[in-house]
C-alpha cells in the first residue's frame, strides 16, 4: 500500500477523485466516443453503489473455509462500495467467498454510514473481532492467524 500524507479514509476517496477526472479527461478527448466504447463503467470496476463488486477468480475450499470461521468467530469487514482497497480484500477470497463475507457497507445508506459511525471507523478497509480493529487489506496469511484459524489436513499440500 503507497502511504500518503492524506488520513486514511480520504485516501479512497482521493483515488476515486483521480479515476473519476481520468476518466472525464479521456472523455474529453475522445468526443465521448472511440477508445472507450470497449470499456466497462466506472460503476461495474469497482462495485455497485449496493456492494463492493464481485471477485474475479472461484474460490478455493480454503478460502471457502476461512470466511466461514470468520463468520462464525463475529468478525467484521467495514468497506465502501468505491474503495478500491475494499474490491482488492474482497478478490483475495475468490468470487464464492467473497458473496459470504461479513461484510458491512458505509457508503452506501445512511443506515450503513450510521453502523460504520458507531463502529468509528476511521479506515477502508476495516476488520473488527474480539474488540479488536486491524485496518487496511489483510492478507489471509494474516487473518488466518488473527482469527485462530488452521487449515484442515485436506487443504494443506504435502
Known sequence: MVRSALPRPERCK?????????????????????????????????????????AVSPSTPEQLALVEHLRSKGAVFYGAWWCPHCFHQKNLFGTEAGRRLPYVE??????????????????????????????????????????????????KTP
Open 106 to 155: 458505509c457508503d452506501k445508506d445512511e443506515a450503513g454510514r450510521q453502523r460504520c459511525l458507531a463502529a468509528k471507523v476511521r479506515a477502508y478497509p476495516s476488520w473488527y473481532l474480539g474488540g479488536e480493529r486491524r485496518e487496511g487489506v489483510q492478507s489471509l496469511e494474516e487473518l488466518k492467524l488473527w482469527s485462530g484459524f488452521s487449515s484442515s489436513p485436506a487443504a
Open 14 to 54: 482521493a483515488a476515486m477523485v483521480l479515476g473519476l477526472s481520468a476518466l472525464a479527461i479521456t472523455l474529453a478527448a475522445s468526443g465521448g466516443r472511440g477508445g472507450l466504447a470497449t470499456a466497462a463503467p466506472a460503476s461495474q470496476a469497482v462495485g455497485s453503489p449496493s456492494h463492493v463488486g464481485e
